[in-house]
């Protein structure tokens, strides 16, 4: 309430995941910043999942692409307990994570997963033509004489 009145934020390092919460919600863009600032600069290993968790749920972009680099790069994240809820309660952050990794980083990957990706369409498309034919084709009446 404080920072409606002044716009300062009173133990912004210690409160700052809270505040992020009714920043979002009360649409406080300002303090929103000032979170995610405060957040970021205190990722680790320890918490770098439970961040990007937090930013996901409160589109809390800054913190999120913070979050994801930290995370894509930190290989003991993967041992954290917050890693461990993360995978469980929303696996789409770690698709996020391995996404932007691979579209960043590992060129030859890429193009191996590209290619793989453009072989599965040209097998899903004769599939998907061969559905419609059949639903195009007119159904044989019989006819009663």
Partial sequence: MC????GKALNLDKLADGLLAAADKYAL???KVMCEEALSRHLSEENA???LTLADLHSAKQLKT???DFNSHAEDVLESEGWQE???SHPHLVA????DSIRGE???NKEIIVQELEEQQLEEQPRE???LSEEQQPHEQSSYV
Avoid: H, N, P, R
Wanted: aromatic share 12%; glycine share 4%.
């Fill in 66 to 68: 913070k979050a994801v």
């Fill in 96 to 99: 996020e994570i391995y996404g």
């Fill in 106 to 108: 590992d060129i030859e």
């Fill in 129 to 131: 033509q061969s559905d």
């Fill in 49 to 51: 999942a439970e961040m």
């Fill in 29 to 31: 863009e300002c303090l």
């Fill in 86 to 88: 993360m995978v469980e």
């Fill in 3 to 6: 920072f409606i009145y002044t």
